[in-house]
Nanobody, 114 residues
Framework: QVQLVESGGGLVQPGGSLRLSCVAS????????MRWYRQAPGKEREWVAD????????SYADSVKGRFTISRDNAKNTMYLQMNSLKPEDTAVYYC???????WGQGTQVTVSS
């Protein structure tokens, strides 16, 4: 069955960096468009970034453009989100998802605080 497992979250100071990972299993990872979303406390889930199957095309929400980088290693069935220049407003649970059929991971908490 399809499984998506996120990791890499944690507590970081403003201006710091984190790299999130999403390991996929149960399907041919390289064929699928993938996304990162996030949900802050008391807010709706927010789209963060997209990447196509080969990893040749990406897109970003304006709120993270220039600071976050989405990438994937299809040989490792893994998608990444490199987050730099983190701000307190980036605090959220971050989720990876497979666009087709709407599969979601369990999420990983990112907290940006001094």
């Amino acid at each position: 069955q399809v499984q998506l497992v996120e990791s890499g979250g944690g507590l970081v100071q403003p201006g710091g960096s984190l790299r999130l990972s999403c390991v996929a299993s149960g399907f041919t990872f390289s064929l699928y468009y993938m996304r990162w979303y996030r949900q802050a406390p008391g807010k709706e889930r927010e789209w963060v970034a997209d990447i196509n199957g080969p990893g040749s095309s990406t897109s970003y929400a304006d709120s993270v453009k220039g600071r976050f980088t989405i990438s994937r290693d299809n040989a490792k069935n893994t998608m990444y989100l490199q987050m730099n220049s983190l701000k307190p407003e980036d605090t959220a649970v971050y989720y990876c998802m497979r666009v087709a059929n709407n599969y979601w991971g369990q999420g990983t908490q990112v907290t940006v605080s001094s």
